[in-house]
Structure formats: structure tokens, C-alpha cells
């Protein structure tokens, strides 16, 4: 990163420094190296282990943070929703799904080991994000249910799997820019949303309008960072973005640059990076750190 751009990201870089420190200790902490099927935990732990930008659990942090909490109180919900992103990615880079070889610049789950493998990686990565939220942690009652709640409805049949469905039956058809929000809105906005809740649930207080506005901020930079995923795969090499570029283009999907161009697809990202730090805006140094996020979301490369 250059001097300018360490400059211009400094508080997201500090937050970002103890919080993927924080992270990959927790990770590797509550994924088992043994259990009933070593086979089993470490394909898991590959899948998740395997590095990536991990924006979701900095996202439980940063919220967290906003909202007065310790980060400690944040370990377990972003390691939750870092094993929730990690099962969606196996199953997504399946022969019956988006048949990818390559995730993270390394062989996807199911080539490093086997399909079946694979499959039942990601059933219990995703299993195991929701024994951690029922079973450990310190929160009281109805927070522990909140997190559970709200991590439910971001992965299920209205949230994540259901943008997944909607992107499988897309394949090969011209979509509207209308039904290309609404699926990633479902596909990745809905994780990204519930990772600020999360750690808005974490601090334990009743603030109904910091909740409406980490929820508000969430559905912005989800739609902004799908856009710029959309611009990479056109825009990026294979070997910069970690996985194979022009993937959208082989499977013949719809994307903000085939509907909208490259030049109008850059500037709605730019919009919605506004629109969520104005969201933001009225808390002050305490939000710079999520709002220098935003910003990052639209300018990475990969």
C-alpha cells in the first residue's frame, strides 16, 4: 500500500491490524485440527483458514466498536460470519454451482480434496458458525438470540442462499439492473448488513437508530462492493484477483458492466460509498474506520 494510501486509510488500517489478529487466533481457535473425521476438520479448516480480505468479520469489529463495545465481545460472531462466507464459497466453487478450479489464488475445496469432501466442509462450517453463537460467548439472552436470529435470516431462504438461486436460474438470461440488485442484495448484501448487526448486538445497548443506520450503511456498501466485484472480473487477471477472471462472461450472467457500461457501473459504486458514509456521518471519529471501509470497498483491485 502506498504512503497516500496509508495516509488516507489510517484509522481502517488500525482497526484492521488488531482485528485480523484478533480473527485468525479465533479461527483457528474454534475450528477443530481433530475430530470424528480429520479428513473433515481439515478441509475446513482450509476453507477457512486460507486467508482472504475477511471484510465481514471487520465489519462485526468496526460496528462493535462504533457501538461502545469491547472487541473481545466480537470474536465469536466474526468468526461466525467468517464460517458462514467460507461455507458459502465451497459450495459456490462446486461442479453443480459456479465450477471454479481456483478461490484465494490456490485450488478451490473440492479440487484439494474431493467434492463430497467439500460439500460436507461447508455443511459444517455452517453449522458450526451457529453452535458458536448458541454456546459461546459472554451476551445475555436475548442478545445471543438477536445474533442467531439475524445470521439465520442473512444466509437462508431469504437471504444468501436465496441470491444464490436466483444467480443459478440467471445464467445465460439478460436480466434488469432491477433483478441484478435485488440478487446480490440477497447473495451478498444480506451477510454484509448482518455482520454490522452483529456487532451492533455485541455491545448490549438499546440504540434503535444506530442499528437503522449500521443496517442502512450495510445495504449501500453490499450493493457497492458486488458492483466492483462485477468490475474486476472484466477489468482484473486471473492472478490478481486470486481466483479466474471473466467467470461472469463464461457462464453467460448478467452484470453491472453488461447492463450499465464500465463507466456508469464505477459511478453508481461511487454513490453508494457516499451514501453510506453520509450515513455514518453525525458519530463523529468513532465511524471513520467503517467509513474509510466504504471507501476502500470501491478502490481495492482485488
Do not use: W
Not at 445470521?151 to 436460474?169: E, P, R, S, T, Y
Amino acid at each position: 500500500m502506498s504512503s497516500k494510501a496509508t495516509r488516507e486509510f489510517a484509522a481502517l488500517n488500525q482497526l484492521t491490524d488488531t482485528a485480523k489478529a484478533r480473527l485468525e487466533q479465533a479461527l483457528d481457535h474454534y475450528l477443530p485440527a481433530h475430530s470424528a473425521a480429520s479428513r473433515l476438520s481439515h478441509a475446513m479448516r482450509y476453507a477457512a483458514l486460507s486467508g482472504g480480505k475477511r471484510i465481514r468479520p471487520l465489519l462485526v469489529y468496526g460496528a462493535a466498536q462504533l457501538a461502545g463495545a469491547p472487541l473481545a465481545k466480537a470474536d465469536v460472531p466474526a468468526v461466525a460470519v467468517e464460517l458462514i462466507h467460507a461455507y458459502s464459497l465451497v459450495h459456490d466453487d462446486l461442479p453443480a454451482m459456479d465450477d471454479d478450479d481456483l478461490r484465494r489464488g490456490q485450488p478451490t475445496c473440492h479440487k484439494a480434496f474431493d467434492e463430497a469432501t467439500a460439500i460436507l466442509a461447508g455443511d459444517t462450517l455452517h453449522t458450526r458458525a451457529f453452535e458458536l453463537l448458541a454456546c459461546h460467548g459472554d451476551y445475555r439472552d436475548g442478545s445471543r438470540i438477536s445474533l442467531i436470529q439475524h445470521l439465520c435470516q442473512a444466509a437462508g431462504v431469504d437471504g444468501m442462499a436465496a441470491g444464490q438461486m436466483q444467480d443459478m436460474l440467471a445464467q445465460g438470461q439478460q436480466q434488469t439492473v432491477a433483478a441484478l440488485e435485488e440478487m446480490h442484495y440477497l447473495k451478498t448484501g444480506r451477510l454484509i448488513t448482518a455482520s454490522l448487526q452483529l456487532g451492533y448486538f455485541v455491545a448490549e445497548k438499546d440504540d434503535p437508530s444506530l442499528l437503522a443506520n449500521l443496517t442502512e450503511f450495510g445495504d449501500a456498501i453490499g450493493l457497492a462492493f458486488q458492483i466492483q466485484d462485477d468490475i474486476l472480473d472484466v477489468t482484473a487477471a486471473t492472478e490478481q484477483l486470486g481466483k479466474p477472471s471473466g467467470s461472469d462472461e463464461k457462464l453467460q450472467k448478467s452484470t453491472f458492466p453488461s447492463l450499465l457500461g464500465l463507466e456508469q457501473s464505477q459511478q453508481r459504486a461511487r454513490q453508494l460509498c457516499d451514501q453510506a458514509q453520509q450515513t455514518l456521518a453525525g458519530y463523529g471519529p468513532r465511524a471513520l474506520p467503517l467509513q474509510q471501509l466504504a471507501q476502500y470497498i470501491i478502490t481495492r483491485n482485488h
